[in-house]
């Protein structure tokens, strides 16, 4: 039986428990493609969720992490995007951001604020924000900071900013924090992506990206900031969920801008709302192209380059799938769009309602199911449930998402490309060894190869075993209070176990005990 009614065109609850969905290992779609497709040029590729990968240059280091001390008091904003805070305490941090962008020069001129709500327990001494752009020498230039209208110290050092507050901070109340500053911009340099990740951060030949882009409060856990060090591969922000009112403008109108949300044209650029996100991205090039489709109220769009027609049809056939499915399992998408962007590297990446798509899978797209470009598109559309609606420890526990975004893909195999299933598990675990553990750190891997056999491989066999030991109604039923009880929040491994115990009495500590090296 299949959760697609094909006379309808449209999905179907088939299970009512809770609006639960079930699947069996027989479910299928039937879904026709439009196009017959033609093989481009062969490029060995990377991306977020890993692949084949090319191992020509190899670059040296991450970006070492610059010192920049402030060298006098800052002065307060005598402009500033605050927004208007509608509770308070208020539920979430509220990001203002007015930023222009000079395309040719690669830099960018901002201003933020930033409304932020104590909701711990405790009063606190100080904030802690992420400042990645300080990573690159001169990339972050801050030219003033406050804290509710009065100039404050700071010490800035790789990407910690530190700010000793003036006057304690009480729970439930709220602060605002003031900024402007310089993006200098850096080259998104590559390098051998089997050693490190691709850049995204900066500029390429053909595109601006602003990843990770505005200085951030980072979450705060057990009386501790939380942002752990950058490594080689992998990511390692965590983020709390946030509401963005962003402002950008370009200074040159030939460029095509796409972002994390939809946009409204304003007389100087455009203007984007986002609740309840993690992380708000731009990316901007003259190159451009679109392809959109309206999901009931989500419109997904699918950003390309001239010649890549056909493979970004894919990409956007495979995102307006998998946002689907998803929401048959998982629960409701978060967000009013989602948008795939062909990188012009060979990485995918996932951010909040957006994805980078790495450019080696358009050129290597061979016109079927069997191929980099629809698994990896159906992985990072996954990622909006686990990531963006359900956050975790990226650096320390790095599996909550990869495996749950990497198994989606062999859901969306069962449901949609059955006949491709084997495939997709000999193709996907290409370089997959049983022989590590699930729950290690990002770090904790001797190479990127090692980490995505451990956290997105190895989690794919473990939830297979899990299912197959459970039952499809308890696994079902237990990933979607999973991502129901989790929304907004930060998970950990802790919480995912928990959850799973309260949807099933089977035992499968003999499963775990092989996967994981904590007791679970």
């Not at 699918?302 to 056909?310: C, E, G, H, R």
């Not at 050129?363 to 992985?379: C, E, I, K, R």
């Not at 449930?385 to 990497?406: C, G, H, I």
């Not at 997709?424 to 699930?438: H, I």
Request: a negative charge; one cysteine or more.
């Amino acid at each position: 039986s299949s959760l697609f009614d094909s006379s309808k065109k449209e999905f179907q609850v088939k299970y009512k428990v809770i609006f639960r969905p079930t699947l069996s290992l027989s479910t299928s779609i039937s879904m026709k493609t439009k196009n017959t497709f033609f093989l481009v040029i062969i490029l060995l590729t990377s991306a977020c969720s890993a692949s084949d990968k090319s191992s020509d240059s190899v670059e040296e280091k991450t970006p070492i992490a610059s010192i920049v001390l402030p060298t006098e008091t800052p002065i307060p904003l005598t402009k500033t995007p605050a927004p208007v805070p509608t509770a308070i305490p208020l539920e979430r941090a509220q990001y203002g951001i007015y930023a222009t962008l000079d395309y040719a020069g690669k830099k960018v001129e901002v201003e933020e604020s930033i409304l932020y709500p104590n909701k711990s327990t405790e009063t606190l001494s100080d904030i802690l924000l992420a400042v990645e752009p300080n990573l690159w020498a001169n990339g972050f230039l801050l030219h003033e900071l406050s804290v509710d209208s009065v100039p404050i110290n700071y010490s800035l050092e790789g990407q910690r900013m530190h700010i000793p507050l003036n006057e304690p901070f009480e729970p439930n109340k709220n602060i605002e924090i003031k900024l402007r500053y310089t993006l200098n911009l850096p080259f998104a340099e590559q390098g051998d992506p089997s050693l490190v990740r691709a850049r995204i951060y900066g500029y390429t030949d053909r595109q601006v990206n602003l990843t990770n882009w505005y200085p951030f409060v980072v979450p705060r856990k057990d009386s501790v900031w939380q942002l752990p060090n950058p490594w080689y591969f992998g990511e390692h922000f965590i983020y709390d969920a946030a509401d963005y009112d962003v402002h950008f403008s370009v200074n040159d109108e030939t460029v095509v801008v796409a972002a994390s949300a939809k946009a409204e044209t304003t007389a100087q650029g455009w203007a984007y709302q986002l609740k309840s996100a993690r992380a708000f991205v731009l990316s901007a090039s003259p190159d451009y192209k679109v392809l959109s489709q309206e999901v009931g109220d989500v419109t997904v769009y699918s950003y390309y380059y001239l010649l890549f027609d056909i493979p970004a049809q894919e990409v956007l056939n495979v995102s307006v799938k998998a946002l689907q499915l998803y929401e048959q399992i998982y629960g409701e998408y978060s967000h009013k769009s989602l948008t795939a962007v062909q990188g012009d590297f060979n990485d995918g990446m996932e951010y909040s309602g957006f994805y980078f798509q790495s450019n080696g899978f358009y050129n290597t797209y061979d016109g079927t199911a069997q191929n980099y470009l629809t698994f990896v598109s159906a992985h990072e559309v996954a990622h909006q449930w686990f990531f963006e609606s359900v956050a975790n420890d990226q650096a320390n526990e790095p599996w909550l998402d990869e495996m749950l975004a990497t198994y989606s893909e062999r859901l969306y195999y069962e449901t949609y490309h059955p006949e491709a299933l084997n495939w997709w598990w000999q193709a996907r675990m290409f370089d997959y060894s049983p022989n590590a553990w699930l729950d290690l750190a990002v770090s904790e891997n001797p190479s990127e190869r090692a980490y995505w056999s451990s956290s997105y491989f190895h989690g794919a066999h473990f939830l297979e075993e899990l299912r197959t030991r459970i039952g499809d109604e308890a696994f079902f039923a237990f990933l979607y209070d999973y991502h129901l009880e989790l929304t907004e929040k930060i998970a950990t491994g802790d919480d995912f176990f928990r959850i799973l115990r309260e949807h099933t009495d089977v035992d499968f500590s003999d499963i775990t005990v092989r996967y994981f090296r904590a007791a679970r």
